[in-house]
């Protein structure tokens, strides 16, 4: 008979038990003993170690929640006929085991391609041993445990092995892996408001909140917000370059079916915005680029890796308050409120992923001074002359006839720090 694999009860109010991870596979042959999955409930997570040796048949899927006492897989004797899978994991009866299922003689080609490990052997999955408490941190910091050594027993990963790789890891030097979405950007549209539209683009890790200074200077146009993947209410898309991010902010752009707008774009939303701008410029009465991403190599790698890793309100200030040249505008009810909009880890590993593609090793991957000399539309450049992010000195780098407005005691964020000044220049424009 097989042996069933139930969910143990780790804790007296425990009902339920989430399967976290796998540590072998279908097929695998286990060993009494041998870490076989990991379980969290509402106050503990555990791993679970394998009740006997056997074949493991039926496991429960990752992300499954199984009550106390029902099994969670099955372990099978070599050669002993497996039972069908049950119909369900959850909260429905089960049976003490699955069902036989017909026996038929297999081929011999199938036969030998299911044959199971020599007694003795551990099959585990390729998946990374790791404490319940280091999968949190990575999960977290968006960081890929199969790229993290472990300094624990039989290789796991404590959670200090991931604490020290956060602590002396460079600027996106570690894997990171994120749940994909699919679907198209979040599009927002302000109400009222006549004549052509303003559409903005916000730059990295920001969303379409971070415009509500400057929308008051330009509230007689209707307003138009794009949100970059993985930032928002957009999608955490998978990119895969500057090319492959410019085509979805592309796509959105050509969804809204205007005759003309005038563009505004901020650091990476600049870029974006002069890509665009290059390729639909018939569509484009106006230009705006404040602190425009790709007009020179140098960034500040080390800031925008401490804001995606950044999970608690402690670690995010100094980093958010690097991005302004007046630190108090950065307050900390400012703060609270941005890491509440980065609380989700799937979107901060999201970022980090996108970080890794556009700002490889700290620099920009991507060069469009060539687009900005294309441009014959009106284009006017913001930067502020205390800029810790993006160095205000590659607005040197326009063609004569964009229009250059440098802000003395401003940094990264002029549509910010100086609103009123910022929504001036753009209304003369518009």
């Given at each position: ?133 280091a999968r949190a941190l990575a999960r977290e910091a968006g960081l890929d445990l199969d790229g993290i ?282």
């Open positions: 008979m097989p042996v069933e694999v139930i969910m143990p009860k780790v804790d007296m109010d425990m009902a339920k038990g989430k399967i976290v991870t796998w540590y072998a596979s279908e097929g695998d042959f286990v060993t009494k003993g041998a870490p076989l999955f990991d379980i969290e409930t509402d106050k503990a997570a555990m791993e679970i170690e394998a009740p006997d040796s056997g074949i493991l048949h039926h496991p429960a899927p990752e992300g499954t929640d199984v009550p106390i006492g029902k099994p969670v897989a099955w372990l099978y004797a070599e050669g002993e006929a497996v039972g069908a899978p049950p119909a369900s994991y959850g909260a429905e009866p089960a049976a003490a085991s699955p069902a036989p299922a017909p026996v038929s003689e297999p081929e011999p080609a199938r036969a030998e391609a299911v044959a199971p490990a020599p007694r003795g052997d551990v099959a585990l999955s390729d998946k990374q041993r790791a404490t319940p408490r050594p472990g300094t624990g027993p039989r290789g796991r990963v404590q959670a200090e092995d991931v604490q020290a790789l956060l602590d002396r890891a460079p600027a996106f030097a570690a894997p990171v892996a994120f749940s994909a979405e699919t679907g198209p950007l979040s599009v927002t549209r302000t109400k009222g408001g006549t004549g052509t539209p303003v559409v903005l683009i916000h730059g990295f890790a920001s969303d379409a909140t971070s415009w509500a200074p400057l929308e008051a200077q330009l509230k007689h146009r209707p307003i138009i917000r794009i949100e970059l993947p993985g930032h928002g209410k957009s999608p955490k898309l998978r990119i895969a370059n500057f090319a492959a991010l410019v085509k979805d902010v592309r796509r959105a752009f050509d969804d809204l079916n205007l005759e003309q707008v005038h563009l505004v774009g901020h650091s990476l939303g600049g870029a974006l915005a002069l890509a665009i701008a290059d390729t639909r410029e018939r569509s484009i009465a106006s230009l705006t680029l404040i602190a425009p991403a790709g007009l020179g190599p140098e960034v500040n790698g080390d800031a925008l890796s401490g804001i995606c890793r950044a999970n608690r309100p402690e670690s995010l200030g100094p980093w958010l308050r690097r991005l302004v040249a007046d630190e108090t505008i950065i307050t900390d009810s400012y703060v609270r409120l941005a890491m509440a909009g980065r609380a989700d880890p799937n979107l901060r590993a999201a970022q980090s992923a996108l970080a890794e593609v556009l700002f490889p090793d700290g620099v920009q991957a991507f060069d469009l001074r060539a687009a900005l000399e294309r441009i014959a539309v009106p284009t006017r450049i913001l930067w502020g002359k205390q800029d810790d992010i993006i160095p205000w000195h590659h607005a040197l780098r326009a063609p004569g006839r964009a229009a250059l407005h440098l802000f003395g005691g401003v940094g990264h964020m002029p549509q910010i720090e100086c609103a009123d000044e910022v929504g001036q220049l753009i209304k003369a424009y518009i």
